[in-house]
Protein backbone atom coordinates (compact mmCIF):
# COMPACT_ATOMS: atom_id res chain seq x y z
CA UNK A 1 0.00 0.00 0.00
CA UNK A 2 0.91 3.44 -0.75
CA UNK A 3 1.32 6.32 1.79
CA UNK A 4 1.98 10.37 1.21
CA UNK A 5 2.29 12.61 4.33
CA UNK A 6 2.27 16.36 4.32
CA UNK A 7 2.96 17.49 7.94
CA UNK A 8 2.66 20.87 6.82
CA UNK A 9 -1.46 21.54 7.24
CA UNK A 10 -1.18 25.38 6.92
CA UNK A 11 1.72 27.69 6.04
CA UNK A 12 1.55 31.56 5.82
CA UNK A 13 4.11 33.83 4.20
CA UNK A 14 4.81 37.23 3.36
CA UNK A 15 5.50 37.58 -0.53
CA UNK A 16 8.67 37.35 -1.97
CA UNK A 17 9.47 34.65 0.51
CA UNK A 18 10.51 31.65 -0.38
CA UNK A 19 8.90 28.31 1.00
CA UNK A 20 9.20 24.84 0.69
CA UNK A 21 6.33 22.15 1.01
CA UNK A 22 7.09 19.09 2.84
CA UNK A 23 6.01 15.75 1.45
CA UNK A 24 7.18 11.71 2.45
CA UNK A 25 6.06 9.27 1.18
CA UNK A 26 5.95 5.14 1.74
CA UNK A 27 5.94 2.71 -0.88
CA UNK A 28 7.08 -0.86 -1.14
CA UNK A 29 6.93 -0.93 -4.69
CA UNK A 30 10.49 -0.58 -6.73
CA UNK A 31 8.90 1.60 -9.21
CA UNK A 32 6.49 4.24 -8.47
CA UNK A 33 5.16 7.96 -9.45
CA UNK A 34 5.14 10.47 -7.38
CA UNK A 35 2.86 13.96 -8.18
CA UNK A 36 2.77 17.29 -7.49
CA UNK A 37 -1.21 19.26 -7.66
CA UNK A 38 -2.03 22.60 -6.89
CA UNK A 39 -5.63 23.70 -5.97
CA UNK A 40 -6.24 27.11 -6.18
CA UNK A 41 -9.34 29.13 -4.17
CA UNK A 42 -11.63 28.35 -7.56
CA UNK A 43 -11.27 24.42 -6.75
CA UNK A 44 -10.11 23.16 -9.99
CA UNK A 45 -7.22 20.35 -9.52
CA UNK A 46 -4.07 21.85 -11.36
CA UNK A 47 -1.39 19.46 -12.52
CA UNK A 48 2.06 20.36 -11.55
CA UNK A 49 4.56 17.69 -12.14
CA UNK A 50 5.08 14.12 -12.29
CA UNK A 51 8.28 11.89 -11.16
CA UNK A 52 9.18 8.44 -11.42
CA UNK A 53 11.47 6.29 -9.38
CA UNK A 54 13.96 6.11 -11.55
CA UNK A 55 14.69 9.95 -11.93
CA UNK A 56 16.33 11.50 -8.73
CA UNK A 57 17.22 14.51 -10.81
CA UNK A 58 15.70 17.77 -9.32
CA UNK A 59 13.56 19.72 -11.54
CA UNK A 60 13.19 23.50 -11.72
CA UNK A 61 10.32 25.02 -13.90
CA UNK A 62 10.11 28.97 -13.49
CA UNK A 63 9.69 29.80 -9.48
CA UNK A 64 9.05 26.26 -8.62
CA UNK A 65 11.12 23.55 -7.75
CA UNK A 66 11.32 20.02 -6.71
CA UNK A 67 14.04 18.10 -4.14
CA UNK A 68 12.86 13.92 -4.63
CA UNK A 69 15.67 11.84 -2.46
CA UNK A 70 14.92 8.41 -2.00
CA UNK A 71 17.73 8.12 0.71
CA UNK A 72 14.19 10.07 3.23
CA UNK A 73 11.61 9.12 0.63
CA UNK A 74 10.66 12.61 0.49
CA UNK A 75 9.45 15.09 -2.65
CA UNK A 76 9.46 18.34 -1.64
CA UNK A 77 8.65 21.25 -3.44
CA UNK A 78 9.83 24.78 -3.08
CA UNK A 79 8.69 28.11 -4.49
CA UNK A 80 11.08 31.18 -4.81
CA UNK A 81 9.77 34.29 -4.58
CA UNK A 82 6.20 33.33 -3.35
CA UNK A 83 3.12 35.54 -4.95
CA UNK A 84 -0.21 36.02 -4.01
CA UNK A 85 -1.33 33.99 -6.59
CA UNK A 86 0.62 30.74 -5.44
CA UNK A 87 -2.05 30.98 -2.12
CA UNK A 88 -3.51 27.57 -2.96
CA UNK A 89 -3.39 24.15 -1.71
CA UNK A 90 -0.91 21.45 -2.78
CA UNK A 91 -1.14 17.97 -2.87
CA UNK A 92 1.36 15.83 -3.31
CA UNK A 93 0.46 12.13 -4.55
CA UNK A 94 1.56 8.44 -5.30
CA UNK A 95 1.31 5.66 -7.49
CA UNK A 96 2.35 2.62 -7.48
CA UNK A 97 3.64 -0.08 -10.09
CA UNK A 98 0.81 -1.26 -12.10
CA UNK A 99 -1.65 0.75 -9.97
CA UNK A 100 -3.62 2.55 -13.13
CA UNK A 101 -5.75 4.96 -11.88
CA UNK A 102 -4.77 4.39 -8.71
CA UNK A 103 -3.29 7.47 -6.76
CA UNK A 104 -2.65 8.07 -3.60
CA UNK A 105 -2.76 11.73 -2.18
CA UNK A 106 -1.49 13.47 0.82
CA UNK A 107 -3.49 15.15 2.77
CA UNK A 108 -2.65 18.94 1.00
CA UNK A 109 -0.88 21.83 2.64
CA UNK A 110 -2.59 25.21 2.24
CA UNK A 111 -0.31 27.74 1.20
CA UNK A 112 -1.19 31.65 2.34
CA UNK A 113 0.95 34.59 0.65
CA UNK A 114 -0.04 37.71 1.94
CA UNK A 115 0.79 41.16 0.35
CA UNK B 1 -11.81 19.54 -26.50
CA UNK B 2 -14.73 18.73 -23.41
CA UNK B 3 -11.64 16.69 -21.42
CA UNK B 4 -13.19 15.47 -17.78
CA UNK B 5 -16.95 16.31 -17.60
CA UNK B 6 -18.94 15.71 -14.06
CA UNK B 7 -22.24 16.38 -13.53
CA UNK B 8 -23.53 17.82 -11.37
CA UNK B 9 -22.10 20.70 -10.21
CA UNK B 10 -23.82 20.87 -6.81
CA UNK B 11 -26.50 18.35 -5.42
CA UNK B 12 -28.54 18.39 -1.75
CA UNK B 13 -29.92 15.61 -1.19
CA UNK B 14 -31.56 13.84 1.83
CA UNK B 15 -30.28 11.16 4.05
CA UNK B 16 -31.70 7.72 1.88
CA UNK B 17 -32.32 9.11 -1.32
CA UNK B 18 -30.21 7.99 -4.18
CA UNK B 19 -28.66 9.37 -6.84
CA UNK B 20 -25.61 8.94 -9.62
CA UNK B 21 -22.67 11.57 -10.65
CA UNK B 22 -21.78 11.14 -13.95
CA UNK B 23 -18.47 11.87 -15.26
CA UNK B 24 -17.82 11.57 -18.97
CA UNK B 25 -14.08 11.72 -20.92
CA UNK B 26 -13.52 12.52 -24.21
CA UNK B 27 -9.83 11.55 -24.25
CA UNK B 28 -10.14 7.37 -24.60
CA UNK B 29 -8.54 7.71 -21.51
CA UNK B 30 -8.45 3.83 -20.22
CA UNK B 31 -7.66 4.91 -16.56
CA UNK B 32 -10.57 6.89 -14.26
CA UNK B 33 -11.26 7.23 -10.62
CA UNK B 34 -13.48 8.97 -8.79
CA UNK B 35 -12.40 11.28 -5.18
CA UNK B 36 -14.03 12.66 -2.28
CA UNK B 37 -12.21 15.74 -0.58
CA UNK B 38 -12.98 16.57 2.96
CA UNK B 39 -11.49 19.12 4.62
CA UNK B 40 -8.23 18.09 6.22
CA UNK B 41 -8.33 14.90 4.72
CA UNK B 42 -6.97 15.42 1.33
CA UNK B 43 -8.42 13.28 -1.87
CA UNK B 44 -8.99 10.25 -1.33
CA UNK B 45 -9.52 7.43 -3.85
CA UNK B 46 -13.36 5.98 -3.58
CA UNK B 47 -13.22 3.44 -6.77
CA UNK B 48 -11.27 3.36 -9.93
CA UNK B 49 -11.40 1.54 -12.97
CA UNK B 50 -8.58 0.28 -15.64
CA UNK B 51 -10.91 -0.50 -18.48
CA UNK B 52 -14.05 -1.13 -19.62
CA UNK B 53 -15.48 -3.65 -17.79
CA UNK B 54 -13.20 -3.37 -14.75
CA UNK B 55 -13.03 -1.63 -11.84
CA UNK B 56 -11.81 -1.96 -8.22
CA UNK B 57 -12.11 -0.34 -4.41
CA UNK B 58 -9.99 2.38 -3.37
CA UNK B 59 -9.38 3.43 -0.03
CA UNK B 60 -12.98 4.65 1.10
CA UNK B 61 -15.49 2.57 -1.15
CA UNK B 62 -18.07 1.82 1.63
CA UNK B 63 -21.35 2.96 0.63
CA UNK B 64 -20.66 3.80 -3.10
CA UNK B 65 -21.40 1.93 -6.41
CA UNK B 66 -19.68 2.26 -9.83
CA UNK B 67 -19.62 0.80 -13.28
CA UNK B 68 -17.75 0.86 -16.21
CA UNK B 69 -19.60 -0.18 -19.64
CA UNK B 70 -17.78 2.21 -21.55
CA UNK B 71 -14.47 3.63 -22.03
CA UNK B 72 -15.85 7.19 -21.78
CA UNK B 73 -18.49 6.65 -19.36
CA UNK B 74 -17.67 6.16 -15.18
CA UNK B 75 -20.49 6.88 -13.24
CA UNK B 76 -20.95 7.01 -9.20
CA UNK B 77 -23.55 5.68 -7.62
CA UNK B 78 -24.69 6.69 -3.58
CA UNK B 79 -27.04 3.47 -2.90
CA UNK B 80 -28.56 5.23 0.58
CA UNK B 81 -27.09 8.70 0.91
CA UNK B 82 -25.55 9.52 4.41
CA UNK B 83 -24.57 12.60 6.22
CA UNK B 84 -21.28 11.93 6.24
CA UNK B 85 -21.25 11.56 2.29
CA UNK B 86 -21.41 15.01 2.02
CA UNK B 87 -18.20 15.99 0.42
CA UNK B 88 -16.43 17.46 -2.83
CA UNK B 89 -16.56 14.72 -5.51
CA UNK B 90 -13.58 15.01 -8.30
CA UNK B 91 -13.68 12.46 -11.40
CA UNK B 92 -10.61 12.06 -13.01
CA UNK B 93 -9.36 10.27 -16.29
CA UNK B 94 -5.45 9.38 -16.98
CA UNK B 95 -3.64 7.58 -19.59
CA UNK B 96 -0.29 6.09 -18.67
CA UNK B 97 2.67 6.55 -20.83
CA UNK B 98 6.29 4.13 -20.10
CA UNK B 99 8.67 6.08 -17.96
CA UNK B 100 6.71 9.39 -17.77
CA UNK B 101 4.31 7.47 -15.95
CA UNK B 102 0.30 9.05 -15.49
CA UNK B 103 -1.34 12.01 -15.39
CA UNK B 104 -4.43 12.57 -14.58
CA UNK B 105 -6.98 15.53 -15.73
CA UNK B 106 -9.73 16.06 -13.27
CA UNK B 107 -13.16 17.22 -13.96
CA UNK B 108 -14.48 20.49 -11.57
CA UNK B 109 -16.01 18.80 -9.32
CA UNK B 110 -19.71 18.10 -7.54
CA UNK B 111 -20.21 19.53 -4.05
CA UNK B 112 -22.98 17.42 -2.30
CA UNK B 113 -24.93 18.13 0.89
CA UNK B 114 -26.75 15.29 2.43
CA UNK B 115 -28.96 16.83 4.77
Known amino acids: AQKVTQAQTEISVVEKEDVTLDCVYE???????LFWYKQPPSGELVFLIR??????QNEISGRYSWNFQKSTSSFNFTITASQVVDSAVYFC????????????FGQGTELSVKP | NAGVTQTPKFQVLKTGQSMTLQCAQD?????MSWYRQDPGMGLRLIHY???????DQGEVPNGYNVSRSTTEDFPLRLLSAAPSQTSVYFC??????????????FGSGTQLSVL
Open chain 2, 92 to 105: ASSYYTQGAGEKLF
Open chain 1, 51 to 56: RNSFDE
Open chain 1, 27 to 33: TRDTTYY
Open chain 2, 49 to 55: SVGAGIT
Open chain 2, 27 to 31: MNHEY
Open chain 1, 93 to 104: AIRGDNQGGKLI
